[in-house]
């Protein structure tokens, strides 16, 4: 259904804007060895005759790529040895692509055929502004990951990792973790406290949502000020508050005085994403079902559970994570016996800055991209069974 | 008041005696700690003979103890005290103690004495500074470098001045945020004599000398509140010198290889001991008293330098210390009491800190502000 | 209200008016509603809201004083706290029974640091009188003693105090000074004493009998031991010394120990009188300083505005509010910079996470899908493991400068410093919050019609003009809710600022866990919080008012 032609572009076009893409490159590899300008020109001839030659005398594509890849790979090897294969490789990587999708004209595939040259560059210099956003989002995941595999006992990178030389790596944090009673312990009290919090925020929430969502609630400004207080008032007055309340009803140090406060904090977030789900949803149903002689549970089971089910799960999700990465509030309520790997990560910051630390979030990141691929994943298979098309 | 002290100690051994024949000891103790190396010092050295000659009790470490005043007053507050021993250092101890938050304790009575004889009292000697303390162990907080940080040509610094001194030696410093011991060395290294520097800290003119010396290297220092910053920031290449407990620095060099020396000059002293939680019900203490003179005899302190390099608290302990547990060196040479280490010390005086603390913590976190 | 019926109502299907019967059905309606909300609101209340009150009222509290020092306050009552006369003897001498309980109890260090916020120095002047005031009176007591031995014999004491089987018995007295210790002591102090005094002994000899009730009931109760087997306290001896020389009119008593008694007034008159404000400045010289009895004074009512003042860098004197020295004022400075660094926060989150809501609400559903994982994955990573990365990044030996350096962008000598200051704690609290941001923006742009701004183009409209006439106005209710719960959130932060805030970089609410966890300051801590909760509730309600809580989206 697409108007767009896409269509060789000529070399003239392409060889310049590769350059500068080179030269750019060029400009890093430079600097690291002293001479900028050098590095500059190089770069930009290098890669302005590579998309010469791919694109008007040798046309294969795949031959083209493969042979960028790897001849970028081995140049870097022969400047840098390990390191720069890893920097070449990277660079002949995107040089071979994106040489070819200059050239053929593929940039344009998803932009209308009457957008004029100003606005392509602009979409594009939008798309890389966005991507640099996201690049931000994810750094500290970046630095964590590797840092993880540290031989040494220090959040640093080592010179021997920065060349990759296997002596800097090593999986003994990991080992820390799972061999370390006290990990496996703060493991398994967050994995006992955050789903009761979970569950308490959720069943109350989800009620108080649907009874704030029907037409006549009195004071519900209020009420809804008190709901959300939690989420406001900043933590370390909560937690102080708390420490004092709950010493004095003797729920200071156990189980039940942390899920009760975690799910305290967790109230908002279902509160505010199961009423935003109440705002779409038709009352017409409800009626509709107590018409046909449905009596007031059936209906909230049958009718309106399974429609503002995402809601509800999506605050649930929040009030787990609340719980799962909260610390301040766990510090002062809980005692020895509720030690949270929050808690423990604390202690580790505090005391003896350890790499394990590093590796505990390095897992539960691992399981989170799992868990958000599954989830993400059986959403569109239901789509895909509902009929619907997704996007 | 001695007369209430002796009257409360009494009490309290009254009830031990009685329950340690009626073996109704609790089973289970909470231990507060500040974790990482230290706490496994503890952990090692007593914790675990302990429990391996006693065998059904449990043992719970609770890593709060920079946080134990505030949670004992707390729970104090409520009337529901979790904890059976805590691990704090002296100044906290003091307070805890002057606030009877802590049980006083008559230190012969309920800890052993020195294999030859000697009392505990007099084996520990001065530094029981509280009638509710403990002690431990000795540490001191002072600076290590990197030595490859040094500039070409010049000798590696060597005293506590060379810190303020940044013609000679560029780079960050890293100190602790709070007044304690930053003033003493600020005034010291301004030319006011050992023995005069509390006087003189004790008006506003030396406060502000004192201050007026900190802000000479103020743009050049990184502060740190947690024990792990300054060796991390060592390691890091991220500071030239900086301050911190001794075993942090003793960890960093000999266990972690890195290229950080010890300075030794001016070291504070300080001391990181026991208290008993005041109001524990009769089974729970005698369990912890029970604890107590295990943990706290010659053997077990000496054992505890294996681990760490802080010196024990017995002086009956001194001779005994031997290697460290892993690397098999000689831990003497590396205790902050090492004669040859201890030429120049201070220690810092408690009581006056206690009634200036507030003060003087609000005029530098002001100064800091600024 | 139901008057309009008379004109023949229209009627339901049962025969009720129709509109009694929907008020009916939506008096039902608001019930059931109700009955939905209150387990959650009940939740709340009891775990989170109270909690918060209780905290907050310590911030006025200030019972301590009047607790600690009942009589010592009350003569107080009677002497201008203006002036340069000091207080009279009358006050020394309440002062000394009173700190001698304390000092029994250990409460007189607590107040000791709790005036010690207000004057400095006044806590060791309580901490080593507390350890001295048993010293008061020595010579006399042991002139008493002289006298007779029995003086020094408990059961003696408790004899004389009890009076004679059957006597007529002051209960009331011991019941007074059980309240007194209960308040003291901040506990229940209830429980058997086992000790009350004869009625004829307490009224001749008034001052011993209320020394001697306060001595049994704090030794039955907080010792745990028998009245009768304890010798009593030092009080107890001076409170009868004072009842002997003022002249215990002992003609006609004839209860137990009568000998002893007149012959000890007979033996203690020529004793000179305890000078208690001596007594006192022999303990701590500090007691003559005018200006602790004018704090002392200043701070005796039950409820003080000192916390407060002390949090906006004002002090309390009697010459009226005053600023606080130039060299101690911090708190407004860090409010103002609270303030500021949180819209930086959200300054820089807006700017962030504008294009990136808007990237998400227009492209194809399955890729924006696939991009708001790497949107929600931070949040999956624990808050100190981000902040440390944080500072492996910036630090000047951390990643991003070696970059730079290695590009010859930046010189070795001279490394960006971009951590331990404003900076820092900018950066890594962007970070943070910028999920909080691009959600509700990306909720809100997802439901603006693409059709508005295509049809403005179709009017000539460039592309300039369509997205900033057609296309921003719709999207600024998403920048409003995702910036004001960004600010709220910004400006109670305390963890990443304390790891990469340094000195320049750090919150009003670093210093609140500083005076919770390690000054104990709690009252200020309480004062400092409850401001910098007005604020946030100033911001909530203005929220409300603009946007309207509904409003928020979060995913």
Not at chain 3, 31 to 54: E, S
């Given at each position: 259904?697409?108007?767009?032609?896409?269509?060789?572009?000529?070399?003239?076009?392409?060889?310049?804007?590769?350059?500068?893409?080179?030269?750019?490159?060029?400009?890093?590899?430079?600097?690291?060895?002293?001479?900028?300008?050098?590095?500059?020109?190089?770069?930009?001839?290098?890669?302005?005759?590579?998309?010469?030659?791919?694109?008007?005398?040798?046309?294969?594509?795949?031959?083209?790529?493969?042979?960028?890849?790897?001849?970028?790979?081995?140049?870097?090897?022969?400047?840098?040895?390990?390191?720069?294969?890893?920097?070449?490789?990277?660079?002949?990587?995107?040089?071979?692509?994106?040489?070819?999708?200059?050239?053929?004209?593929?940039?344009?595939?998803?932009?209308?055929?009457?957008?004029?040259?100003?606005?392509?560059?602009?979409?594009?210099?939008?798309?890389?502004?966005?991507?640099?956003?996201?690049?931000?989002?994810?750094?500290?995941?970046?630095?964590?990951?590797?840092?993880?595999?540290?031989?040494?006992?220090?959040?640093?990178?080592?010179?021997?990792?920065?060349?990759?030389?296997?002596?800097?790596?090593?999986?003994?944090?990991?080992?820390?973790?799972?061999?370390?009673?006290?990990?496996?312990?703060?493991?398994?009290?967050?994995?006992?406290?955050?789903?009761?919090?979970?569950?308490?925020?959720?069943?109350?929430?989800?009620?108080?949502?649907?009874?704030?969502?029907?037409?006549?609630?009195?004071?519900?400004?209020?009420?809804?000020?008190?709901?959300?207080?939690?989420?406001?008032?900043?933590?370390?007055?909560?937690?102080?508050?708390?420490?004092?309340?709950?010493?004095?009803?003797?729920?200071?140090?156990?189980?039940?005085?942390?899920?009760?406060?975690?799910?305290?904090?967790?109230?908002?977030?279902?509160?505010?994403?199961?009423?935003?789900?109440?705002?779409?949803?038709?009352?017409?149903?409800?009626?509709?079902?107590?018409?046909?002689?449905?009596?007031?549970?059936?209906?909230?089971?049958?009718?309106?559970?399974?429609?503002?089910?995402?809601?509800?799960?999506?605050?649930?999700?929040?009030?787990?994570?609340?719980?799962?990465?909260?610390?301040?509030?766990?510090?002062?309520?809980?005692?020895?016996?509720?030690?949270?790997?929050?808690?423990?990560?604390?202690?580790?910051?505090?005391?003896?800055?350890?790499?394990?630390?590093?590796?505990v979030a390095t897992i539960l990141v691992v399981i989170s991209i799992a868990l958000l691929t599954t989830v993400e994943l059986l959403r569109r298979r239901s789509e895909r069974l509902r009929g619907m098309s997704p996007g | 008041m001695t007369f209430k002290t002796t009257l409360l100690a009494s009490t309290a051994l009254t009830v031990a005696a009685v329950s340690a024949q009626a073996q109704d000891m609790a089973n289970s103790m909470t231990l507060v700690s500040w974790g990482g190396a230290y706490q496994n010092s503890q952990q090692k050295a007593y914790v675990e003979p302990y429990l391996a000659a006693n065998p059904g009790v449990t043992a719970t470490w609770d890593e709060s103890s920079a946080e134990a005043v505030a949670k004992m007053r707390a729970m104090n507050e409520a009337?529901?005290?979790?904890?059976?021993?805590?691990?704090?250092?002296?100044?906290?101890?003091?307070?805890?103690?002057?606030?009877?938050?802590?049980?006083?304790?008559?230190?012969?009575?309920?800890?052993?004495?020195?294999?030859?004889?000697?009392?505990?009292?007099?084996?520990?000697?001065?530094?029981?500074?509280?009638?509710?303390?403990?002690?431990?162990?000795?540490?001191?907080?002072?600076?290590?470098?990197?030595?490859?940080?040094?500039?070409?040509?010049?000798?590696?610094?060597?005293?506590?001045?060379?810190?303020?001194?940044?013609?000679?030696?560029?780079?960050?410093?890293?100190?602790?945020?709070?007044?304690?011991?930053?003033?003493?060395?600020?005034?010291?290294?301004?030319?006011?004599?050992?023995?005069?520097?509390?006087?003189?800290?004790?008006?506003?003119?030396?406060?502000?000398?004192?201050?007026?010396?900190?802000?000479?290297?103020?743009?050049?220092?990184?502060?740190?509140?947690?024990?792990?910053?300054?060796?991390?920031?060592?390691?890091?290449?991220?500071?030239?010198?900086?301050?911190?407990?001794?075993?942090?620095?003793?960890?960093?060099?000999?266990?972690?290889?890195?290229?950080?020396?010890?300075?030794?000059?001016?070291?504070?002293?300080?001391?990181?001991?026991?208290?008993?939680?005041?109001?524990?019900?009769?089974?729970?203490?005698?369990?912890?008293?029970?604890?107590?003179?295990?943990?706290?005899?010659?053997?077990?302190?000496?054992?505890?330098?294996?681990?760490?390099?802080?010196?024990?608290?017995?002086?009956?302990?001194?001779?005994?210390?031997?290697?460290?547990?892993?690397?098999?060196?000689?831990?003497?040479?590396?205790?902050?009491?090492?004669?040859?280490?201890?030429?120049?010390?201070?220690?810092?005086?408690?009581?006056?800190?206690?009634?200036?603390?507030?003060?003087?913590?609000?005029?530098?976190?002001?100064?800091?502000?600024? | 209200?139901?008057?309009?019926?008379?004109?023949?109502?229209?009627?339901?299907?049962?025969?009720?008016?129709?509109?009694?019967?929907?008020?009916?059905?939506?008096?039902?309606?608001?019930?059931?509603?109700?009955?939905?909300?209150?387990?959650?609101?009940?939740?709340?209340?009891?775990?989170?809201?109270?909690?918060?009150?209780?905290?907050?009222?310590?911030?006025?509290?200030?019972?301590?004083?009047?607790?600690?020092?009942?009589?010592?306050?009350?003569?107080?009552?009677?002497?201008?706290?203006?002036?340069?006369?000091?207080?009279?003897?009358?006050?020394?001498?309440?002062?000394?029974?009173?700190?001698?309980?304390?000092?029994?109890?250990?409460?007189?260090?607590?107040?000791?640091?709790?005036?010690?916020?207000?004057?400095?120095?006044?806590?060791?002047?309580?901490?080593?009188?507390?350890?001295?005031?048993?010293?008061?009176?020595?010579?006399?007591?042991?002139?008493?003693?002289?006298?007779?031995?029995?003086?020094?014999?408990?059961?003696?004491?408790?004899?004389?105090?009890?009076?004679?089987?059957?006597?007529?018995?002051?209960?009331?007295?011991?019941?007074?000074?059980?309240?007194?210790?209960?308040?003291?002591?901040?506990?229940?102090?209830?429980?058997?004493?086992?000790?009350?005094?004869?009625?004829?002994?307490?009224?001749?000899?008034?001052?011993?009998?209320?020394?001697?009730?306060?001595?049994?009931?704090?030794?039955?109760?907080?010792?745990?031991?028998?009245?009768?087997?304890?010798?009593?306290?030092?009080?107890?001896?001076?409170?009868?010394?004072?009842?002997?020389?003022?002249?215990?009119?002992?003609?006609?008593?004839?209860?137990?120990?009568?000998?002893?008694?007149?012959?000890?007034?007979?033996?203690?008159?020529?004793?000179?009188?305890?000078?208690?404000?001596?007594?006192?400045?022999?303990?701590?010289?500090?007691?003559?300083?005018?200006?602790?009895?004018?704090?002392?004074?200043?701070?005796?009512?039950?409820?003080?505005?000192?916390?407060?003042?002390?949090?906006?860098?004002?002090?309390?004197?009697?010459?009226?509010?005053?600023?606080?020295?130039e060299s101690e004022q911090i708190y407004i400075k860090l409010f103002k910079r609270t303030l500021f660094m949180s819209l930086m926060i959200t300054g820089s989150c807006i700017l962030l996470a504008y294009p990136v809501a808007f990237l998400l609400a227009n492209l194809p559903m399955r890729t924006s899908s696939l991009l708001m994982i790497l949107v929600l994955l931070p949040f999956w990573t624990s808050l100190l493991v981000r902040t440390s990365a944080w500072k492996v990044m910036l630090q000047q030996q951390g990643v991003i400068n070696d970059t730079l350096v290695w590009l010859g962008l930046v010189d070795d000598a001279s490394r960006l410093v971009m951590i331990n200051n404003q900076f820092g704690t900018i950066v890594a609290m962007t970070h943070i919050l910028l999920p909080?941001?691009?959600?509700?923006?990306?909720?809100?742009?997802?439901?603006?019609?693409?059709?508005?701004?295509?049809?403005?183009?179709?009017?000539?409209?460039?592309?300039?003009?369509?997205?900033?006439?057609?296309?921003?106005?719709?999207?600024?209710?998403?920048?409003?809710?995702?910036?004001?719960?960004?600010?709220?959130?910004?400006?109670?932060?305390?963890?990443?600022?304390?790891?990469?805030?340094?000195?320049?970089?750090?919150?009003?609410?670093?210093?609140?866990?500083?005076?919770?966890?390690?000054?104990?300051?709690?009252?200020?801590?309480?004062?400092?919080?409850?401001?910098?909760?007005?604020?946030?509730?100033?911001?909530?309600?203005?929220?409300?008012?603009?946007?309207?809580?509904?409003?928020?989206?979060?995913?």
């Amino acid at each position: 259904m697409t108007l767009t032609i896409i269509e060789p572009k000529p070399v003239s076009f392409v060889a310049p804007v590769v350059a500068v893409a080179g030269a750019f490159c060029g400009l890093l590899v430079g600097t690291a060895h002293d001479n900028p300008l050098l590095g500059v020109a190089i770069g930009a001839v290098l890669t302005a005759v590579l998309a010469f030659v791919w694109l008007s005398v040798f046309r294969n594509e795949r031959a083209a790529r493969w042979l960028t890849f790897l001849g970028f790979g081995a140049v870097g090897f022969a400047y840098a040895g390990v390191p720069g294969v890893v920097i070449g490789l990277a660079f002949g990587a995107f040089f071979g692509w994106f040489i070819f999708w200059l050239g053929e004209g593929r940039y344009r595939a998803k932009l209308p055929p009457y957008s004029t040259g100003m606005q392509v560059f602009l979409h594009f210099l939008f798309r890389v502004l966005c991507g640099a956003i996201f690049i931000f989002l994810i750094t500290p995941i970046l630095v964590v990951m590797p840092l993880s595999f540290n031989a040494e006992n220090f959040f640093t990178f080592t010179p021997e990792m920065l060349r990759f030389d296997p002596e800097g790596y090593s999986l003994k944090h990991y080992r820390d973790f799972f061999t370390n009673s006290d990990w496996q312990q703060a493991m398994w009290n967050s994995l006992s406290i955050a789903p009761m919090a979970t569950i308490l925020s959720v069943g109350f929430g989800t009620l108080a949502a649907i009874g704030l969502s029907s037409e006549h609630v009195p004071f519900r400004r209020a009420i809804m000020a008190v709901l959300i207080s939690p989420m406001i008032v900043p933590l370390i007055i909560s937690a102080a508050g708390m420490y004092f309340f709950y010493s004095r009803l003797g729920l200071q140090g156990t189980y039940w005085g942390v899920v009760l406060a975690h799910a305290a904090l967790g109230i908002p977030f279902v509160i505010i994403t199961v009423t935003a789900t109440l705002v779409g949803f038709d009352r017409s149903l409800t009626r509709a079902a107590a018409n046909m002689g449905a009596n007031p549970v059936t209906t909230f089971f049958r009718v309106q559970m399974p429609l503002i089910l995402p809601g509800v799960i999506s605050g649930g999700l929040f009030a787990f994570i609340t719980s799962f990465d909260e610390v301040v509030v766990v510090l002062f309520v809980g005692s020895a016996g509720q030690k949270t790997l929050p808690w423990q990560m604390f202690i580790g910051l505090r005391e003896q800055i350890s790499p394990t630390i590093l590796a505990v979030a390095t897992i539960l990141v691992v399981i989170s991209i799992a868990l958000l691929t599954t989830v993400e994943l059986l959403r569109r298979r239901s789509e895909r069974l509902r009929g619907m098309s997704p996007g | 008041m001695t007369f209430k002290t002796t009257l409360l100690a009494s009490t309290a051994l009254t009830v031990a005696a009685v329950s340690a024949q009626a073996q109704d000891m609790a089973n289970s103790m909470t231990l507060v700690s500040w974790g990482g190396a230290y706490q496994n010092s503890q952990q090692k050295a007593y914790v675990e003979p302990y429990l391996a000659a006693n065998p059904g009790v449990t043992a719970t470490w609770d890593e709060s103890s920079a946080e134990a005043v505030a949670k004992m007053r707390a729970m104090n507050e409520a009337g529901n005290v979790t904890w059976d021993l805590v691990d704090v250092v002296a100044s906290d101890a003091m307070r805890l103690c002057d606030e009877g938050l802590a049980m006083e304790l008559d230190h012969d009575e309920i800890l052993a004495p020195a294999p030859d004889g000697t009392d505990a009292s007099d084996d520990f000697g001065d530094l029981i500074v509280s009638d509710c303390f403990i002690p431990q162990i000795v540490y001191s907080t002072t600076f290590g470098y990197r030595t490859d940080m040094v500039p070409d040509g010049v000798e590696p610094p060597s005293t506590v001045c060379d810190v303020f001194d940044l013609e000679t030696y560029p780079g960050k410093r890293s100190l602790q945020k709070r007044p304690i011991d930053n003033m003493e060395w600020a005034l010291y290294c301004d030319g006011v004599a050992k023995d005069e520097l509390y006087d003189v800290l004790s008006t506003d003119e030396g406060v502000n000398r004192a201050l007026a010396k900190l802000d000479s290297i103020k743009d050049q220092v990184v502060w740190w509140t947690a024990g792990a910053e300054t060796p991390q920031l060592l390691a890091d290449g991220e500071v030239f010198m900086g301050s911190t407990y001794n075993g942090r620095l003793f960890s960093a060099i000999a266990e972690q290889d890195q290229p950080i020396e010890m300075m030794w000059d001016m070291q504070s002293f300080d001391l990181d001991g026991w208290v008993i939680p005041a109001g524990l019900p009769e089974d729970r203490l005698a369990r912890v008293l029970d604890f107590l003179k295990f943990a706290t005899d010659t053997q077990r302190l000496a054992d505890q330098a294996a681990y760490i390099s802080y010196g024990p608290a017995r002086q009956s302990s001194a001779p005994l210390v031997g290697q460290h547990a892993e690397l098999g060196i000689d831990m003497a040479p590396h205790m902050p009491t090492d004669p040859a280490n201890a030429e120049n010390t201070h220690l810092y005086d408690y009581e006056w800190w206690a009634d200036n603390r507030d003060d003087l913590d609000a005029k530098f976190q002001a100064w800091l502000a600024n | 209200m139901s008057d309009t019926t008379d004109s023949g109502p229209v009627l339901a299907a049962d025969g009720t008016p129709l509109k009694r019967s929907l008020n009916r059905a939506l008096r039902a309606q608001k019930m059931r509603a109700l009955a939905l909300i209150a387990p959650l609101l009940i939740f709340v209340l009891v775990t989170f809201i109270a909690p918060i009150a209780d905290m907050l009222f310590r911030s006025v509290e200030n019972q301590i004083v009047s607790n600690t020092l009942p009589n010592t306050v009350a003569t107080l009552n009677d002497w201008d706290g203006t002036g340069d006369t000091m207080p009279g003897e009358e006050t020394f001498e309440a002062l000394y029974y009173d700190m001698f309980l304390a000092a029994e109890s250990k409460r007189h260090t607590r107040l000791g640091s709790r005036l010690n916020y207000e004057e400095a120095g006044i806590s060791s002047m309580f901490r080593t009188s507390g350890r001295r005031v048993d010293d008061v009176g020595e010579d006399q007591i042991d002139a008493l003693e002289d006298i007779d031995e029995s003086w020094g014999d408990e059961a003696f004491w408790f004899a004389l105090m009890s009076g004679a089987d059957g006597a007529a018995k002051a209960d009331d007295i011991v019941e007074a000074q059980r309240t007194r210790l209960s308040r003291l002591n901040e506990t229940g102090f209830s429980g058997e004493v086992g000790f009350a005094p004869s009625q004829e002994i307490a009224d001749l000899l008034p001052r011993t009998v209320r020394a001697y009730s306060a001595f049994a009931v704090f030794t039955a109760i907080a010792d745990g031991d028998v009245v009768a087997e304890e010798e009593p306290w030092e009080t107890v001896k001076v409170a009868l010394i004072e009842d002997l020389r003022n002249g215990a009119d002992l003609s006609g008593y004839d209860g137990p120990g009568a000998e002893e008694l007149r012959a000890a007034q007979e033996g203690m008159a020529d004793q000179p009188a305890i000078d208690y404000k001596q007594a006192f400045l022999d303990m701590n010289e500090d007691w003559g300083d005018l200006d602790n009895w004018k704090t002392i004074k200043m701070y005796a009512p039950p409820f003080t505005e000192g916390y407060f003042l002390n949090a906006i860098d004002m002090q309390k004197t009697p010459e009226g509010f005053q600023a606080r020295p130039e060299s101690e004022q911090i708190y407004i400075k860090l409010f103002k910079r609270t303030l500021f660094m949180s819209l930086m926060i959200t300054g820089s989150c807006i700017l962030l996470a504008y294009p990136v809501a808007f990237l998400l609400a227009n492209l194809p559903m399955r890729t924006s899908s696939l991009l708001m994982i790497l949107v929600l994955l931070p949040f999956w990573t624990s808050l100190l493991v981000r902040t440390s990365a944080w500072k492996v990044m910036l630090q000047q030996q951390g990643v991003i400068n070696d970059t730079l350096v290695w590009l010859g962008l930046v010189d070795d000598a001279s490394r960006l410093v971009m951590i331990n200051n404003q900076f820092g704690t900018i950066v890594a609290m962007t970070h943070i919050l910028l999920p909080f941001m691009i959600l509700p923006m990306y909720s809100v742009m997802s439901t603006i019609p693409p059709y508005y701004v295509r049809a403005a183009k179709s009017l000539g409209a460039t592309n300039w003009t369509a997205f900033w006439r057609v296309y921003f106005p719709q999207s600024v209710p998403g920048i409003g809710a995702g910036s004001i719960l960004v600010f709220i959130l910004a400006i109670g932060y305390y963890i990443t600022p304390e790891i990469v805030g340094g000195t320049t970089g750090t919150f009003i609410s670093n210093r609140i866990a500083y005076h919770i966890s390690i000054s104990l300051n709690w009252g200020l801590a309480a004062a400092l919080g409850s401001i910098l909760l007005a604020a946030v509730l100033i911001l909530y309600w203005a929220y409300d008012k603009i946007v309207g809580i509904d409003n928020v989206k979060l995913g």
